[in-house]
Protein backbone atom coordinates (compact mmCIF):
# COMPACT_ATOMS: atom_id res chain seq x y z
CA UNK A 1 0.00 0.00 0.00
CA UNK A 2 1.25 3.81 -0.92
CA UNK A 3 1.96 5.53 2.02
CA UNK A 4 0.59 8.63 2.77
CA UNK A 5 2.51 12.02 2.86
CA UNK A 6 1.77 12.16 6.34
CA UNK A 7 3.30 8.91 7.38
CA UNK A 8 5.96 9.70 5.83
CA UNK A 9 6.71 13.31 7.13
CA UNK A 10 6.08 11.25 10.37
CA UNK A 11 8.53 8.35 9.69
CA UNK A 12 11.20 10.60 8.06
CA UNK A 13 11.05 12.84 11.49
CA UNK A 14 11.03 10.23 14.28
CA UNK A 15 14.01 8.61 12.59
CA UNK A 16 15.55 11.90 11.94
CA UNK A 17 14.91 13.63 15.51
CA UNK A 18 13.93 10.70 17.62
CA UNK A 19 10.95 12.67 19.05
CA UNK A 20 7.19 12.34 17.48
CA UNK A 21 6.59 15.73 15.97
CA UNK A 22 3.07 17.77 15.93
CA UNK A 23 1.39 17.65 12.33
CA UNK A 24 -0.43 20.49 10.54
CA UNK A 25 -1.49 20.53 7.09
CA UNK A 26 -1.64 23.24 4.46
CA UNK A 27 -3.72 22.87 1.58
CA UNK A 28 -3.37 24.48 -2.04
CA UNK A 29 -6.03 26.50 -3.09
CA UNK A 30 -8.43 26.87 -6.77
CA UNK A 31 -10.17 29.74 -7.50
CA UNK A 32 -13.59 29.71 -9.13
CA UNK A 33 -13.79 32.95 -10.40
CA UNK A 34 -12.22 36.41 -10.11
CA UNK A 35 -8.36 36.72 -11.45
CA UNK A 36 -6.01 39.56 -10.55
CA UNK A 37 -8.62 41.51 -8.65
CA UNK A 38 -7.74 40.69 -5.26
CA UNK A 39 -4.57 43.38 -5.36
CA UNK A 40 -7.38 46.02 -6.99
CA UNK A 41 -9.37 45.84 -3.65
CA UNK A 42 -11.79 43.08 -5.49
CA UNK A 43 -13.62 40.11 -4.95
CA UNK A 44 -12.31 36.42 -5.44
CA UNK A 45 -13.93 33.13 -5.04
CA UNK A 46 -11.18 30.89 -3.64
CA UNK A 47 -11.42 27.41 -1.40
CA UNK A 48 -8.40 25.25 -0.46
CA UNK A 49 -8.66 21.68 -2.18
CA UNK A 50 -7.46 18.57 -0.78
CA UNK A 51 -3.89 18.74 -1.98
CA UNK A 52 -1.46 20.05 0.27
CA UNK A 53 1.40 20.14 2.92
CA UNK A 54 2.53 18.30 5.81
CA UNK A 55 4.69 19.83 8.65
CA UNK A 56 5.98 17.54 11.01
CA UNK A 57 7.44 19.96 13.51
CA UNK A 58 9.07 20.13 17.16
CA UNK A 59 10.13 23.35 19.55
CA UNK A 60 14.09 22.05 19.93
CA UNK A 61 14.96 24.27 22.89
CA UNK A 62 18.14 26.28 20.55
CA UNK A 63 18.26 29.03 18.60
CA UNK A 64 18.76 27.40 15.27
CA UNK A 65 16.15 25.97 13.26
CA UNK A 66 16.26 22.63 11.37
CA UNK A 67 14.51 22.01 8.03
CA UNK A 68 13.97 19.26 5.78
CA UNK A 69 12.38 19.38 2.61
CA UNK A 70 11.05 15.46 2.11
CA UNK A 71 10.23 15.99 -1.51
CA UNK A 72 13.36 17.26 -2.58
CA UNK A 73 15.63 15.93 0.30
CA UNK A 74 17.27 19.07 1.17
CA UNK A 75 17.85 20.37 4.80
CA UNK A 76 18.48 23.83 5.66
CA UNK A 77 19.63 24.95 9.50
CA UNK A 78 19.43 28.72 9.81
CA UNK A 79 19.14 31.23 12.76
CA UNK A 80 16.15 33.51 13.48
CA UNK A 81 18.99 36.22 13.51
CA UNK A 82 20.48 35.72 10.35
CA UNK A 83 17.54 35.77 8.39
CA UNK A 84 18.98 37.16 4.52
CA UNK A 85 17.19 35.92 1.21
CA UNK A 86 18.66 33.19 -0.66
CA UNK A 87 17.72 30.49 -2.70
CA UNK A 88 15.19 28.67 -3.02
CA UNK A 89 11.93 27.28 -0.44
CA UNK A 90 13.86 28.56 2.52
CA UNK A 91 13.17 32.07 1.36
CA UNK A 92 9.36 31.52 1.99
CA UNK A 93 9.98 30.08 5.49
CA UNK A 94 12.71 32.76 6.45
CA UNK A 95 10.39 35.26 5.28
CA UNK A 96 7.49 34.23 7.73
CA UNK A 97 9.82 33.71 10.61
CA UNK A 98 10.55 38.06 9.62
CA UNK A 99 7.49 38.92 9.72
CA UNK A 100 6.49 37.05 13.38
CA UNK A 101 9.96 39.00 14.48
CA UNK A 102 8.59 42.42 13.00
CA UNK A 103 5.16 42.34 14.97
CA UNK A 104 7.63 41.09 17.85
CA UNK A 105 6.14 37.35 18.08
CA UNK A 106 9.60 35.98 18.64
CA UNK A 107 9.14 32.12 18.01
CA UNK A 108 11.99 29.98 19.21
CA UNK A 109 13.53 27.04 17.26
CA UNK A 110 11.89 23.97 15.18
CA UNK A 111 13.24 21.00 14.01
CA UNK A 112 10.89 20.42 10.47
CA UNK A 113 9.77 18.01 8.37
CA UNK A 114 7.69 18.92 5.29
CA UNK A 115 6.49 17.33 2.56
CA UNK A 116 3.39 17.69 0.30
CA UNK A 117 1.42 15.87 -2.45
CA UNK A 118 0.78 19.43 -4.98
CA UNK A 119 1.82 19.14 -8.29
CA UNK A 120 4.62 21.55 -8.54
CA UNK A 121 4.19 24.63 -10.99
CA UNK A 122 0.80 23.85 -11.67
CA UNK A 123 -0.23 27.41 -10.06
CA UNK A 124 -1.99 25.45 -7.01
CA UNK A 125 0.18 28.13 -5.16
CA UNK A 126 1.76 25.95 -3.12
CA UNK A 127 3.97 28.77 -1.63
CA UNK A 128 1.19 30.42 -0.08
CA UNK A 129 0.41 26.98 1.56
CA UNK A 130 3.89 27.10 2.64
CA UNK A 131 3.81 30.08 4.37
CA UNK A 132 0.53 30.04 5.58
CA UNK A 133 1.10 26.44 7.46
CA UNK A 134 4.53 27.23 8.86
CA UNK A 135 3.04 30.48 10.34
CA UNK A 136 0.09 28.91 11.33
CA UNK A 137 2.45 25.92 13.28
CA UNK A 138 4.85 28.47 14.55
CA UNK A 139 1.75 30.49 16.25
CA UNK A 140 0.28 27.36 18.05
CA UNK A 141 3.79 25.86 19.22
CA UNK A 142 5.18 29.21 20.36
CA UNK A 143 1.52 30.31 21.72
CA UNK A 144 2.02 33.86 19.69
CA UNK A 145 -1.73 34.76 19.61
CA UNK A 146 -1.92 35.84 16.15
CA UNK A 147 -5.09 35.56 14.17
CA UNK A 148 -5.55 34.08 10.86
CA UNK A 149 -6.05 36.92 9.63
CA UNK A 150 -2.48 38.03 10.80
CA UNK A 151 -0.85 34.90 9.65
CA UNK A 152 -2.18 35.72 5.89
CA UNK A 153 -0.56 39.09 6.21
CA UNK A 154 2.75 37.57 6.84
CA UNK A 155 2.58 35.48 4.44
CA UNK A 156 1.76 37.53 1.91
CA UNK A 157 4.83 39.87 3.28
CA UNK A 158 6.80 36.88 2.85
CA UNK A 159 6.21 36.35 -0.70
CA UNK A 160 6.78 40.47 -1.18
CA UNK A 161 10.25 40.86 0.76
CA UNK A 162 12.01 37.25 0.42
CA UNK A 163 10.69 36.75 -2.92
CA UNK A 164 10.10 39.86 -5.09
CA UNK A 165 6.21 38.92 -5.95
CA UNK A 166 3.76 41.38 -4.97
CA UNK A 167 0.78 38.85 -4.57
CA UNK A 168 -2.43 39.61 -3.38
CA UNK A 169 -3.93 38.07 -0.51
CA UNK A 170 -6.25 35.23 -2.06
CA UNK A 171 -3.99 32.38 -2.00
CA UNK A 172 -2.50 32.60 1.67
CA UNK A 173 -6.52 33.50 3.08
CA UNK A 174 -8.20 30.96 0.67
CA UNK A 175 -5.51 28.47 2.44
CA UNK A 176 -6.02 29.56 6.16
CA UNK A 177 -9.96 30.43 6.71
CA UNK A 178 -11.20 27.84 3.53
CA UNK A 179 -14.22 25.38 5.04
CA UNK A 180 -14.61 21.78 3.21
CA UNK A 181 -17.40 21.40 0.56
CA UNK A 182 -17.58 25.44 -0.01
CA UNK A 183 -16.20 28.14 -1.63
CA UNK A 184 -15.87 31.67 -0.55
CA UNK A 185 -16.73 34.94 -2.07
CA UNK A 186 -13.44 37.45 -0.64
CA UNK A 187 -13.65 40.72 -0.14
CA UNK A 188 -10.02 41.91 -0.60
CA UNK A 189 -10.97 45.45 0.55
CA UNK A 190 -11.75 44.43 4.03
CA UNK A 191 -10.62 40.59 4.48
CA UNK A 192 -14.07 39.62 5.02
CA UNK A 193 -15.65 36.59 3.22
CA UNK A 194 -18.75 34.50 3.20
CA UNK A 195 -18.82 30.75 2.47
CA UNK A 196 -20.94 29.28 0.12
CA UNK A 197 -21.74 25.98 -1.06
CA UNK A 198 -21.01 25.22 -4.70
CA UNK A 199 -24.10 23.72 -5.36
CA UNK A 200 -23.94 22.17 -8.96
CA UNK A 201 -24.71 19.04 -7.76
CA UNK A 202 -24.41 17.07 -11.41
CA UNK A 203 -21.10 18.87 -12.11
CA UNK A 204 -17.34 18.50 -10.74
CA UNK A 205 -14.56 20.75 -11.29
CA UNK A 206 -11.49 19.21 -12.88
CA UNK A 207 -7.75 21.15 -13.23
CA UNK A 208 -6.50 20.67 -16.57
CA UNK A 209 -2.81 21.29 -16.31
CA UNK A 210 -1.06 22.66 -19.32
CA UNK A 211 2.44 21.55 -17.91
CA UNK A 212 3.70 25.21 -19.28
CA UNK A 213 5.97 26.08 -16.05
CA UNK A 214 5.22 29.71 -15.40
CA UNK A 215 8.91 31.37 -15.46
CA UNK A 216 7.80 34.83 -16.51
CA UNK A 217 4.96 35.42 -14.26
CA UNK A 218 6.44 36.74 -11.53
CA UNK A 219 8.02 39.67 -13.18
CA UNK A 220 4.82 40.14 -15.79
CA UNK A 221 2.98 39.75 -12.32
CA UNK A 222 4.55 42.70 -10.86
CA UNK A 223 4.25 44.51 -14.21
CA UNK A 224 0.12 44.11 -14.54
CA UNK A 225 0.07 45.41 -10.95
CA UNK A 226 1.88 48.05 -11.64
CA UNK A 227 -0.49 48.95 -14.67
CA UNK A 228 -3.12 49.10 -12.21
CA UNK A 229 -1.58 51.44 -10.27
CA UNK A 230 -1.06 53.25 -12.81
CA UNK A 231 -4.38 53.38 -14.18
CA UNK A 232 -5.73 54.48 -10.53
CA UNK A 233 -3.08 57.25 -10.28
CA UNK A 234 -4.55 58.76 -13.87
CA UNK A 235 -8.68 57.79 -13.17
CA UNK A 236 -7.86 60.13 -9.37
CA UNK A 237 -7.20 62.92 -11.34
CA UNK A 238 -11.02 63.38 -12.35
CA UNK A 239 -12.64 60.70 -9.88
CA UNK A 240 -11.18 61.71 -6.55
CA UNK A 241 -13.10 59.84 -4.12
CA UNK A 242 -11.16 56.21 -5.96
CA UNK A 243 -9.04 54.47 -4.25
CA UNK A 244 -8.53 51.44 -6.41
CA UNK A 245 -9.88 49.44 -9.12
CA UNK A 246 -12.72 48.71 -6.96
CA UNK A 247 -14.54 51.30 -7.16
CA UNK A 248 -14.26 52.11 -10.70
CA UNK A 249 -16.88 51.91 -13.64
CA UNK A 250 -16.65 50.98 -17.16
CA UNK A 251 -17.98 54.74 -17.70
CA UNK A 252 -15.55 56.10 -15.75
CA UNK A 253 -12.61 54.41 -17.93
CA UNK A 254 -14.05 55.18 -21.52
CA UNK A 255 -14.58 58.64 -20.08
CA UNK A 256 -10.94 58.67 -19.65
CA UNK A 257 -9.90 56.49 -22.63
CA UNK A 258 -7.84 59.04 -24.46
CA UNK A 259 -5.76 60.18 -21.77
CA UNK A 260 -5.08 56.53 -20.60
CA UNK A 261 -2.05 54.68 -21.88
CA UNK A 262 -3.55 52.29 -24.34
CA UNK A 263 -2.30 49.16 -22.51
CA UNK A 264 -2.98 50.66 -19.15
CA UNK A 265 -6.56 50.90 -20.58
CA UNK A 266 -6.92 46.96 -21.29
CA UNK A 267 -5.62 45.81 -18.09
CA UNK A 268 -7.88 48.39 -16.35
CA UNK A 269 -10.37 47.28 -18.13
CA UNK A 270 -10.19 43.57 -17.64
CA UNK A 271 -10.57 44.34 -13.85
CA UNK A 272 -13.33 46.61 -13.69
CA UNK A 273 -15.27 43.95 -15.02
CA UNK A 274 -14.13 41.19 -13.73
CA UNK A 275 -15.19 42.36 -10.28
CA UNK A 276 -18.39 42.99 -11.52
CA UNK A 277 -18.65 39.30 -13.26
CA UNK A 278 -17.53 38.02 -9.54
CA UNK A 279 -20.63 39.97 -7.72
CA UNK A 280 -22.84 38.60 -10.65
CA UNK A 281 -21.36 35.11 -9.99
CA UNK A 282 -21.86 34.73 -6.49
CA UNK A 283 -25.73 35.55 -7.19
CA UNK A 284 -26.04 32.63 -10.20
CA UNK A 285 -23.92 30.79 -7.28
CA UNK A 286 -26.92 31.25 -5.14
CA UNK A 287 -29.74 30.83 -7.70
CA UNK A 288 -27.91 27.42 -8.63
CA UNK A 289 -27.84 28.72 -12.32
CA UNK A 290 -24.98 26.90 -13.61
CA UNK A 291 -25.25 27.50 -17.42
CA UNK A 292 -24.65 30.96 -17.21
CA UNK A 293 -22.43 30.71 -14.35
CA UNK A 294 -20.45 28.45 -16.63
CA UNK A 295 -20.53 31.87 -19.40
CA UNK A 296 -18.96 34.08 -16.95
CA UNK A 297 -16.26 31.63 -16.50
CA UNK A 298 -15.38 31.76 -20.09
CA UNK A 299 -15.57 35.37 -20.15
CA UNK A 300 -12.97 35.89 -17.61
CA UNK A 301 -10.58 33.67 -19.53
CA UNK A 302 -11.32 35.86 -22.39
CA UNK A 303 -10.90 38.48 -20.82
CA UNK A 304 -7.35 37.53 -19.14
CA UNK A 305 -5.95 36.41 -22.79
CA UNK A 306 -6.76 39.53 -24.72
CA UNK A 307 -7.32 42.37 -22.61
CA UNK A 308 -4.66 41.48 -19.60
CA UNK A 309 -2.65 39.35 -21.52
CA UNK A 310 -2.03 36.52 -19.18
CA UNK A 311 -2.91 33.60 -20.60
CA UNK A 312 -0.72 31.60 -23.12
CA UNK A 313 -1.49 29.18 -26.24
CA UNK A 314 -1.86 25.89 -24.16
CA UNK A 315 -4.63 27.61 -22.03
CA UNK A 316 -6.91 29.36 -25.15
CA UNK A 317 -6.56 25.75 -27.04
CA UNK A 318 -7.88 24.26 -23.91
CA UNK A 319 -10.55 26.86 -23.49
CA UNK A 320 -11.01 27.02 -26.73
CA UNK A 321 -11.72 23.05 -26.94
CA UNK A 322 -13.87 22.95 -23.65
CA UNK A 323 -16.22 25.70 -25.67
CA UNK A 324 -16.61 23.18 -28.53
CA UNK A 325 -17.59 20.23 -26.29
CA UNK A 326 -20.02 22.36 -24.03
CA UNK A 327 -18.23 22.43 -21.15
CA UNK A 328 -20.20 24.50 -18.94
CA UNK A 329 -17.12 26.16 -17.82
CA UNK A 330 -13.44 26.96 -18.41
CA UNK A 331 -11.13 29.47 -17.91
CA UNK A 332 -7.35 29.52 -16.94
CA UNK A 333 -6.72 30.35 -13.20
CA UNK A 334 -3.96 31.59 -11.09
CA UNK A 335 -1.44 34.17 -11.82
CA UNK A 336 -1.47 33.43 -15.42
CA UNK A 337 1.32 32.05 -18.14
CA UNK A 338 0.81 28.07 -17.87
CA UNK A 339 -0.29 25.91 -15.14
CA UNK A 340 -3.98 24.72 -14.88
CA UNK A 341 -7.32 25.54 -16.80
CA UNK A 342 -10.15 24.55 -14.19
CA UNK A 343 -13.13 23.40 -15.71
CA UNK A 344 -16.88 23.19 -14.40
CA UNK A 345 -17.96 19.95 -16.30
CA UNK A 346 -20.98 17.85 -15.95
CA UNK A 347 -19.90 14.58 -14.57
CA UNK A 348 -21.13 12.79 -17.71
CA UNK A 349 -19.11 14.38 -20.04
CA UNK A 350 -15.95 13.78 -17.90
CA UNK A 351 -14.54 10.52 -19.57
CA UNK A 352 -15.49 11.22 -23.03
CA UNK A 353 -13.78 15.20 -22.86
CA UNK A 354 -10.87 14.20 -20.93
CA UNK A 355 -10.05 11.48 -23.52
CA UNK A 356 -10.31 13.77 -26.45
CA UNK A 357 -7.75 16.20 -24.49
CA UNK A 358 -5.31 13.75 -24.13
CA UNK A 359 -4.90 12.50 -27.60
CA UNK A 360 -5.69 15.89 -28.97
CA UNK A 361 -3.23 18.01 -26.99
CA UNK A 362 -0.06 15.75 -27.43
CA UNK A 363 -0.79 15.78 -31.38
CA UNK A 364 -0.50 19.66 -30.84
CA UNK A 365 1.59 20.24 -28.08
CA UNK A 366 3.71 17.07 -27.96
CA UNK A 367 3.19 16.86 -24.62
CA UNK A 368 0.62 15.00 -21.89
CA UNK A 369 -1.55 17.12 -19.76
CA UNK A 370 -2.51 15.83 -16.23
CA UNK A 371 -5.69 16.39 -14.96
CA UNK A 372 -6.86 16.96 -11.01
CA UNK A 373 -9.86 16.31 -9.57
CA UNK A 374 -10.38 18.29 -6.89
CA UNK A 375 -12.34 18.50 -3.19
CA UNK A 376 -13.32 21.34 -1.21
CA UNK A 377 -11.06 21.17 2.04
CA UNK A 378 -11.20 22.74 5.13
CA UNK A 379 -8.02 25.52 5.31
CA UNK A 380 -5.11 25.11 7.51
CA UNK A 381 -4.91 22.96 10.83
CA UNK A 382 -3.39 20.69 13.34
CA UNK A 383 -3.91 16.82 12.51
CA UNK A 384 -5.46 15.48 16.34
CA UNK A 385 -3.64 12.19 16.96
C1 LIG B 1 -1.54 34.69 -7.97
C2 LIG B 1 -1.44 35.62 -6.77
C3 LIG B 1 -2.82 36.00 -6.23
C4 LIG B 1 -3.75 36.48 -7.34
C5 LIG B 1 -3.69 35.54 -8.54
C6 LIG B 1 -4.44 36.08 -9.72
O1 LIG B 1 -2.06 33.46 -7.58
O2 LIG B 1 -0.69 35.01 -5.75
O3 LIG B 1 -2.69 36.96 -5.22
O4 LIG B 1 -3.46 37.80 -7.69
O5 LIG B 1 -2.37 35.27 -8.96
O6 LIG B 1 -5.79 36.14 -9.42
Redesign the pocket.
Known sequence: MLMSIENKVDALFQSEFSRKPSLFIAPARI?II??????NDGF?MPTAIDKYFVFGITPNESELSTIHALDLDEKVSFSKDDLRPGHGWQNYLMGVIDGLIRRRKIPGGVNVVFGSNIPAGA?L?SS?ALCSGFGFALNTLFDLSLDRLELAKISQEA?HHFIG?K?????MYASLFSKKDSVMLLDCRNYTHEYLPLGFTDHEIILIDTKVKHTLASSE?NNRREACEEGVKAIQHQFENVKALRDVRVSMLDKLRLELDETVYRRCLYVVQEIDRIQKAATLLKSKDVSTFGTLMYETHWGLSKLYEVSCTESDWLVRLAGENHITGARQM???FGGCTINLIRKSQRVTFEEQVRKKYFDEFKKEPEFYSVNLARGVHEVNR
Open positions: NGEHTDYVGSAEAVGIMDYGGG
